[in-house]
Each structure stands twice: as C-alpha cells, then as structure tokens.
C-alpha cells in the first residue's frame, strides 16, 4: 500500500497556477489578510494557525516534488513556474520566503477586522502570497468556525445554569459533549474540529481532537469522556432482556464516584425509564454512589425530554428536590444526556422548555455531532483572503476590490495592524504608533511566537 505524501506545490486551485506572470511585470510584494466578514452578531474565536505552520511550512519543498507537480499540472493545465520553485528550493532550501502574522490564536472578537496578514520576503517570489491562500484559509475558516460556535452554545448553557442552579463551575466545561467524529467528512476534520471545541469544553468522545492538540499545542489536561452503551449493546440481549443490558452495564462501570450514560429508547424510551431504570435498577443505581445518565435517542424536542424529566422525578421514582433558586434538581445519581437531533437553537429550545416547567438546567447534558464539526462552511462567518497593496520596488500601493452590486464584499486597502483600545481596531500600518497585535508566527522557515493550549483556553473563557 502507496503511503499518501504531501506536496505543498499541488495544495493550490489550478488557476492559481498560472498568477506568476499575471500580477504587474514590476511587482515586487504583495501584501494581504484573511478576514471574516459576516460575524452574525456572535464572538469569533481565531484559532488553527500554528498546526498549519507546524505540519505544512516547517517541511521544505523537495526536488521529487517540483518534478511531480511538473508532470502533473502541465498535463492539467498547460503552466508549471518551474524556473522560482526551484528557485525557492535553492536559495531557500525549499520553505517558503513568506512572513505570516496574526493575533494570537484564541482571540475572541465581536467585530471584522483581520485575523493575520502575509507577505513575501523575496522580492523574486511575491506570487507566493496568494498562491498558498486554498491552503491557509482552509487551515483557518474552519477551527475558528467549529471553535466559536461551540462557545457559543456555552454562553447558552451558562445562562441557562446561572437562571437555574448555583455551585456549576465545575458542570460547564461538561454540559455539550463532542459526539461528531462519525459525522465529519474525514479524519482531518474530525481532528481539527474536534480539537476546536476542546478549546471551550473538556467533554468530548473525538479522540482525534485531543490527539491534534497533543500534537500541535502542547496539551494537556485535553479532553475526558465516560463508559456509555449504544444501541448495540442493549439490543444485543433483545427485547425481553433490556433490563439486563442496562444491568450489565451498570453492575461493569457504575462505581463510586463514577459516571456512565446508557441508551434508553431502543425499544420504549418511557416504560424502559419508569419500569428499568426507575424501579428494577433503583437501588443498584442508588448504591452504587455514582451517576447513571440517560439518553433518550428518539422523540419531539424538546417534548421529549420534558416528559422524561417528569417520569424520572415522580414521587414512585427518584423524585426530586427544588434548589436554591427555586428549580427541580433530580438525585446526584440521575441525569439526562441529550444527543440526538442537538445543535444551536434546539440547546436552547430544550433549556427554555425546562425552565418554563421549573426544571434545573443542571438535570441535562447535550451531545453534538454534525451540527458541531460539519453543519458549517466558509461562507458560516463569511472567511475572505484579499490582497490589499502591492509594492513596486519603490512604494505601496493601495489594492481593493469594490463590487458596484455588493458592498458586503468590499474589500480592505492598504496595509494594518491591529491595536488595544476599548476594543480591538483596525489602523493604517503606516501611522502606528501602539503595539500591533499582529505578530510574526511563521518566516522563512521558522515558527515564531508559539502558544500552547492552556494560553488558549484562557483567552476564551467566557465571563
């Protein structure tokens, strides 16, 4: 089997093949920036930057890739700039003579401006500027996508625990648990998305998102998950013996102090709630002094969990006890995990409803999958690169784009840096006179300003 190998020349849309000779002939940089556009009245977080440089620009070209994207794209497209690759792997050593800043990766910003800027620091070269933009925004749009609407679902569910409960620090980073690594289009994604939301939470069953922050930003502490059944496991003993798969998996992983999560609607969400778990397995699940979460898979939300919420606090189950704040918390030993048919608006849908029937948000956990790592795009937050000046060996000169039939795509000119005043603020690179908060991550070569993932985590916490 043919192990896959990356080659950084063929990581491009095929007509950016052919922009080496179509930018003015005395053009000597390029300058430009990524940007989100359209924010939807929420907080972005940038994030995904430094597992971009790491495992793509920290790896020069070779000669065995400038002769493989020959021979592939001049049978594609007809153009191969052979003459500045090989150019860059000889006076270069095959890494590309670029400079990325950005501002550092975990900030939160409710207003567009740009998240980083690049350009090049060979004179010969500046087509690489745009060259590698199919590469980097990708690297980009999508973490900063997956990692800001997962926070905020979390100032969803905080709002909704500060209504209902008191004493939750220690529940939130629990309450929306990663369920989407079957859903996303790759392994990649599943690392990268995963790894996003592990930024706000530490409740996650993507494996692959820890291993990304492990990998690219020193993680620690990264994620956690609890033993759970799936429908499998309970319907595997069939219909007649549910309440021994549930017994099973109690009497294997229920311990003291423990938590584990079974499935409940393989057959009858309701009677296996009130006759299973609410009186077969009431005082096993009592003594075992841990926690059993349900999970109700079918059914209307948030109907669903209303009633199962009602069954399980009845006066013949497990009852209940009204909190400080006035709302119905069930026993430390019972709780409902939702994770079918979860995502933004239904969070909060189901967190109304509780509230309106006197329910404690601290009853319930959510789990997210497709609508967390893949119900999204570029155009979610409206992700852009654009070129903003050019210079000509003598001066910058200012470059925009102006469509007459859509200002929402207007472009940025010129040259900026980014600055702390009562908010971040976009000013003109030329009269800075504060610290830029776009710093070098990645030139020549070399990866500057490193973070890890603690430093990220800071920076996004909600307050």
């Known amino acids: 089997m043919t192990k896959e190998k990356y080659n950084l020349i063929l990581d491009v849309d095929s007509y950016k093949v052919t922009h080496f000779n179509q930018y003015p002939q005395n053009t000597k940089k390029l300058y430009a920036y990524i940007e989100a556009r359209n924010l939807n009245s929420e907080e972005l977080i940038f994030f995904g930057l430094q597992a971009f440089v790491k495992k793509y620009l920290l790896n020069p070209i070779t000669q065995d890739d400038i002769d493989e994207a020959e021979k592939f794209l001049l049978s594609h497209i007809g153009v191969f700039n052979r003459d500045d690759w090989e150019y860059i792997l000889n006076e270069h050593g095959g890494f590309l003579p670029i400079e990325i800043k950005s501002l550092d990766e975990g900030t939160v910003t409710n207003k567009k401006i740009p998240l980083l800027d690049i350009t090049n620091t060979d004179e010969k070269v500046p087509w690489l500027v745009t060259y590698i933009e199919t590469a980097l925004l990708r690297s980009l749009w999508y973490p900063s996508s997956v990692a800001t609407i997962s926070r905020e679902i979390k100032k969803i569910i905080f709002r909704y625990l500060d209504d209902t409960c008191t004493n939750f620090d220690d529940q939130l980073p629990f309450k929306l648990h990663d369920f989407g690594a079957r859903g996303v289009s790759s392994y990649e994604s599943s690392r990268i998305g995963g790894a996003a939301h592990l930024l706000n939470f530490l409740g996650s069953d993507t494996v692959e998102g820890a291993m990304f922050l492990k990998d690219y930003y020193d993680g620690t502490d990264i994620s956690y998950s609890i033993p759970a059944s799936e429908h499998s496991t309970i319907t595997a003993w069939g219909k007649d013996n549910e309440n021994k798969a549930h017994e099973n998996i109690i009497n294997q992983f229920l311990l003291e102090g423990k938590v584990i999560a079974s499935v409940i609607d393989s057959y009858d969400t309701f009677e296996t709630a009130s006759k299973t778990i609410s009186s077969e397995l009431k005082e096993k699940i009592i003594n075992s002094k841990g926690t059993l979460v349900v999970r109700p898979d079918s059914g209307k939300l948030p109907d669903t969990i209303i009633e199962l919420l009602n069954t399980l606090s009845s006066e013949e189950n497990f009852g209940y006890t009204l909190n400080s704040k006035g709302y119905k918390e069930l026993p430390s030993y019972i709780r409902v995990i939702q994770g079918d048919g979860v995502d933004k608006n239904s969070i909060e849908d189901i967190l109304i409803s509780m509230k309106e029937n006197n329910y404690s948000a601290a009853n319930i956990t959510f789990g997210m999958g497709g609508a967390l790592l893949q119900k999204l795009d570029r155009d979610t937050y409206s992700f852009a690169m654009k070129v903003s000046a050019i210079h000509d060996g003598n001066t910058w000169k200012d470059v925009y784009k102006e469509p007459s039939n859509d200002?929402?795509?207007?472009?940025?000119?010129?040259?900026?840096?980014?600055?702390?005043?009562?908010?971040?603020?976009?000013?003109?690179?030329?009269?800075?006179?504060?610290?830029?908060?776009l710093k070098t991550r990645y030139k020549d070569g070399k990866l500057y300003n490193e973070t890890d993932l603690k430093v990220i985590r800071n920076k996004v916490e909600i307050n």
Do not use: M, P, Y
């Open 407 to 437: 200002k929402t795509k207007n472009s940025r000119r010129g040259r900026f840096a980014i600055v702390q005043n009562d908010e971040l603020e976009v000013v003109d690179l030329e009269i800075l006179n504060q610290t830029n908060l």
